[in-house]
């Protein structure tokens, strides 16, 4: 079974940057949606940051203007860049994939999408913004 895994996380002041990083190799050729999530205690698992098959971004009004989502590596790498991090933005990070969205009758946006909507999933990056 395929795993996506994410890596990058880690404890910054608030003002910080980080970026986070998940290969996403075996879903570089399909019909997808795919980006990052978070979840903090106790909240629902939130959608972050999408791009689709032609590039097209969305991102969540909380962090629009200081995370960027981009692929690299021929897509075989999912980035999130985190910057002017906030105490708010603490939270566990994933990457996720939504395979045929399209054909499902899903629009890969925000707040469209919804965690449940994707099945593929990384274990999760911790992200800590504290002063």
């Known amino acids: 079974q395929a795993r996506l895994v994410e890596s990058g996380g880690g404890s910054v002041h608030p003002g910080g940057s980080l970026r986070l990083s998940c290969d996403t190799s075996t879903y570089a050729n399909s019909d997808y949606c795919m980006g990052w999530f978070r979840q903090a205690p106790g909240q629902k698992r939130e959608g972050v940051a999408l791009?689709?098959?032609?590039?097209?971004?969305h991102y969540a009004d909380s962090v629009k203007g200081r995370f960027t989502i981009s692929q690299a590596n021929a897509k075989a790498t999912l980035n999130l860049e985190l910057s002017n991090l906030k105490p708010e933005d603490t939270a566990m990070y994933y990457c996720?994939?939504?395979?045929?969205?399209?054909?499902?009758?899903?629009?890969?946006?925000?707040?469209?999408?919804?965690?449940?909507?994707?099945?593929?999933w990384g274990q999760g990056t911790q992200v800590n913004v504290s002063s």
């Open positions: 791009i689709d098959k032609k590039d097209m971004q």
């Open positions: 996720a994939v939504f395979l045929k969205y399209v054909t499902y009758g899903y629009k890969c946006g925000l707040p469209d999408v919804k965690a449940d909507d994707f099945g593929y």
